[in-house]
């Protein structure tokens, strides 16, 4: 019966529908063999090149923020010897306030001090003060002798407040806030 069925003549229409499976395998078996890879690996592709283009944007930031410092260094190493800041190991108060006696000799100072702030290994001790100068020019002195104390400082606010309503001529009462840091090993 097997060979009989092998060795007759198909018909027509067996012809048509073996032609057909034909063609259905082989479409199944390209879109198994052949497409469905294909679409796999171009999404991994895709994926890949999403996470080269992240990693390519962060390469970029770290690259930025390394010539930013680059330019920092650049600049502090180009500062005189005589202009750089040493910024003290923390609790630095004892010499602190003998350089501020010294600044506000004579000047009728008001001192005061926040709490000490700690980020990290950096302390800042913040100072509020005010005092009398004769004039524009000796508060210029002692602003330029309070921030020159060779100590890492950074004045945050000034303010002048006339006596008789002009800063150039008469005397002035200062007030101000600075900040000096220091390392806290």
């Known amino acids: 019966m097997n060979n009989s069925f092998l060795n007759r003549a198909f018909s027509r229409r067996e012809k048509l529908l073996m032609v057909a499976f034909v063609v259905i395998l082989l479409v199944g078996l390209y879109i198994l063999l052949v497409h469905y890879p294909i679409v796999n690996r171009t999404q991994e592709i895709a994926q890949e090149s999403e996470e080269l283009l992240f990693q390519q944007d962060v390469a970029n930031s770290y690259l930025a923020t390394y010539n930013n410092m680059k330019a920092e260094l650049d600049e502090i190493f180009k500062i005189p010897e005589d202009e750089l800041t040493e910024l ?98």
Do not use: W
């Not at 002195?141 to 890492?152: A, K, S, Y």
């Not at 004045?155 to 000096?180: C, H, Y």
């Open 88 to 185: 003290p190991v923390y609790d630095n108060i004892q010499t602190l306030m003998l350089h501020l006696n010294r600044i506000f000799d004579g000047t009728d100072p008001s001192l005061s001090f926040d709490a000490v702030r700690i980020a990290g290994n950096i302390a800042s001790r913040t100072v509020r003060f005010s005092f009398s100068a004769t004039d524009y020019a000796h508060a210029r002195e002692v602003i330029d002798d309070l921030t020159g104390t060779g100590f890492r400082c950074l004045l945050d606010s000034l303010s002048f407040s006339p006596s008789n309503g002009s800063v150039e001529t008469g005397t002035l009462r200062v007030f101000g806030t600075i900040t000096f840091y220091e390392l806290v090993k």
